[in-house]
């Protein structure tokens, strides 16, 4: 039973750059949730995914968006890359977003994303 | 305020030790409690439901405290791969996790 897989798995981005990163979630699963974990800190939500729809959306600039596929894999695009944005990126699937709400999260390994 | 806080430690205790950690809510709608393990450069992993019942998984067990908004953690018989990061959390009803910052333990031999 695959687990939840991201890619890259390290990447360096210098500022103003554009990045994208994708995560298939784990078999049986059909909603991606996208959180940013800065050093030392706890994930923060940038938001979800669900039937191809962003349905939530956590306090992050338009320069972040997504995009779902037919088939539940995800995408996270970063516009403008500021220093600021390094850090560990990690999608989250769950069956249905209640599902989470019962059962907590599937995590992938992440993203190290380091803008310099 | 913040949603969900948590003292960072970190707690360093010897191996054997019983432990335990805090994490405190601010949103009296909560409706359900997680807590999460994370090894240094990894990702979160699901450690244990908390209820209003209790929950005990071998040498952990989780507390929810409604009347005083806090959730707690306690490792009992603490071994050296006890040590990790662990997240604390809550989901105030709109089925998006809110995480704490995170309690870091070390335990030495």
């Known amino acids: 039973d695959a687990g939840v897989t991201q890619s890259p798995t390290h990447l360096i981005k210098t500022r103003g750059q554009q990045v994208t990163l994708r995560c298939s979630p784990k078999s049986g699963h059909d909603t991606v949730s996208w959180y940013q974990q800065a050093l030392g800190q706890g994930p923060q939500f940038i938001f979800q995914?669900?039937?191809?729809?962003?349905?939530q959306r956590g306090n992050f600039p338009d320069r972040f968006s997504g995009h779902q596929f037919p088939n539940y894999s995800s995408e996270l695009n970063v516009n403008a890359l500021l220093l600021g944005d390094s850090a560990l990126y990690l999608c989250?699937?769950?069956?249905?977003?209640?599902?989470?709400?019962?059962?907590?999260?599937?995590f992938g390994s992440g993203t190290r994303l380091t803008v310099v | 305020r913040k949603e969900v806080e948590q003292d960072p430690g970190p707690f360093n205790v010897p191996e054997g030790a019983t432990v335990a950690f805090n994490c405190t809510y601010s949103?009296?709608?909560?409706?359900?409690f997680f807590w999460y393990r994370q090894d240094c450069r990894k990702e979160p992993k699901l450690l244990m439901s908390?209820?209003?019942s209790g929950n005990e998984d071998g040498r952990f067990t989780a507390q929810l405290n409604r009347a005083s908004q806090y959730i707690s953690l306690l490792i009992r018989d603490s071994k050296l791969s006890d040590s990790a990061t662990y997240l604390c959390v809550v989901n105030g009803g709109s089925y998006i996790p809110t995480f704490g910052r995170g309690t870091s333990l070390i335990v030495h031999p």
């Open positions: 995914y669900y039937e191809e729809e962003e349905r």
């Open positions: 949103n009296s709608a909560s409706q359900s």
């Open positions: 989250a699937s769950s069956l249905r977003p209640a599902e989470s709400f019962l059962y907590g999260y599937t």
């Open positions: 908390v209820y209003s």
